[in-house]
């Protein structure tokens, strides 16, 4: 065992990343998840309570008393967990019912349940498409679309952001390819801008390709009925593929699944690695998810109360002087450009009593640095009055409000 050689090698590099301002420091939540948690930071500081304005908690069921009833019952009418991937002895009635419930909320034939959506993107390209295929890619798809890519033999091709010009090339460039599959995030996580799904289906009309949208963001609360992207832009029939996860509106524990046409649920299930090889989702995971979905067909309440939320929010921002990314959906980026200054904004907003992180390289691209707000239908109008109180205050106290890009990065550098 000789590990000189590799700490140095890896000591330098933590350095590097401190040195660039790019390092993470992970603060320790000591409650359930909510829009008021408890929190440690550093991690042998005392307890202290802030309002959370960064989790993906968007329907507010995280902990929702229904929800953590459902998997109580479940732990005890189903145990605790399978030991065993799903094909040899790991699926319940359960993970079943799971499935064919998110594919009728979506509006597709059937679903393959995966433990996380990143599972379920790491399976979807490889199985479905050889090297005769072309996969044509937004250029700003999740990390776990651009893995899965990877994991497949298919050309890989893409597309300028949301840039249907450019789409439409990539198009005609691959006619003669066996398959199309067009892939795009429904929300995109970052900027909280959607994918234009009714032009982007139209040209997949035309040029006879296949269209798979990630809905992570979106599942649950875009759309009237909450349907997601595909629903929002008209096109539910329209869409072949949508991937999704159970992390985030959807009670926020874990699982993912591909939706679509019967043969590609089933092919996921007889050749996706990340189902054969990984272990089955927990029942009360599973059980769960279902109640949720169950509580999201009974009523559009809570994504209601986040759509009104997310306007307030946006406004409220918008009114102080701060430059938001442009968009309707609850995920409000407000842009520092610089990764210190982001980090210094974070900091300050935490003494304020508001939790909401810095984001940066490698997470989005250089000097594009932000606080990502994420707005929760368990939000009241108070938690975000008192947070843009300490918006506005730590935004004064740092001089960025009223400032645009050029101007904050002359003032704070790249
Ligand atoms: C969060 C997210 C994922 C990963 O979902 P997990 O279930 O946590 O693995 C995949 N795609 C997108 C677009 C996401 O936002």
Not at 91 to 112: N, P, S, W, Y
Not at 279 to 288: D, L
């Given at each position: 065992m000789s590990y000189i050689a590799g700490k140095r090698v890896f000591s330098e590099m933590i350095q590097k990343i401190k040195e660039d301002g790019l390092y993470k420091q992970e603060r320790l939540i000591c409650s359930p998840q909510g829009p008021e948690i408890i929190v440690r930071f550093p991690e042998n500081a005392p307890e202290k309570k802030v309002i959370n304005m960064c989790a993906n908690n968007y329907l507010g069921l995280s902990s929702h008393p229904e929800i953590v009833h459902a998997a109580h019952n479940a732990l005890d009418d189903r145990g605790y967990g399978m030991s065993s991937v799903r094909f040899i002895c790991g699926?319940?009635?359960?993970?079943?019912?799971?499935?064919?419930?998110?594919?009728?909320?979506?509006?597709?034939?059937?679903?393959?349940v995966f433990s996380s959506c990143l599972d379920a993107n790491a399976a979807l390209f490889e199985v479905l498409l050889t090297e005769e295929d072309a996969i044509i890619a937004d250029r700003l798809v999740h990390a776990s679309i651009i893995d899965g890519i990877r994991l497949s033999k298919a050309q890989n091709f893409n597309f300028k952001h949301s840039n249907m010009e450019h789409l439409e090339e990539k198009l005609q460039e691959t006619q003669n390819h066996r398959l199309r599959l067009i892939v795009v995030d429904g929300v995109f996580s970052m900027d909280g801008d959607m994918a234009p799904l009714d032009k982007i289906c139209e040209l997949a009309e035309k040029y006879d390709a296949m269209v798979a949208v990630d809905d992570s963001h979106a599942t649950g609360f875009i759309g009237k009925t909450g349907r997601g992207t595909h629903e929002y832009f008209g096109v539910m029939d329209k869409v072949d593929i949508i991937t999704t996860t159970f992390g985030k509106a959807l009670g926020g524990a874990n699982g993912g699944c591909v939706a679509g046409?019967?043969?590609?649920?089933?092919?996921?299930?007889?050749?996706?690695?990340?189902?054969?090889?990984?272990?089955?989702?927990?029942?009360?995971?599973?059980?769960?998810?279902?109640?949720?979905?169950?509580i999201l067909s009974q009523t559009t309440e809570r994504r209601d109360k986040l759509e009104r939320l997310t306007a307030y929010w946006r406004k409220g921002l918008t009114d102080a002087g701060f430059d938001l990314k442009e968009g309707n959906t609850p995920i409000v980026p407000v842009m520092l450009y610089n990764a210190k200054l982001a980090q210094q904004?974070?900091?300050?907003?935490?003494?304020?009593?508001?939790?909401?992180?810095?984001?940066?390289?490698?997470?989005?691209?250089?000097?594009?640095?932000?606080?990502?707000?994420?707005?929760?239908?368990?939000?009241?109008k108070e938690h975000l009055d008192f947070a843009l109180d300490a918006f506005k205050k730590v935004g004064e106290r740092l001089g960025v409000l009223g400032l645009k890009k050029k101007e904050i990065l002359a003032k704070f550098g790249e």
């Open positions: 699926t319940q009635d359960v993970h079943r019912q799971l499935e064919l419930k998110i594919a009728e909320f979506l509006g597709m034939e059937d679903a393959c046409k019967k043969e590609i649920a089933d092919l996921m299930k007889q050749r996706g690695r990340p189902y054969l090889f990984s272990n089955a989702v927990p029942p009360p995971v599973a059980v769960a998810s279902i109640r949720v979905l169950d904004f974070s900091k300050e907003l935490y003494d304020e009593g508001v939790y909401a992180v810095g984001f940066f390289f490698p997470v989005v691209p250089m000097g594009q640095a932000r606080i990502r707000t994420q707005i929760s239908a368990a939000h009241e």
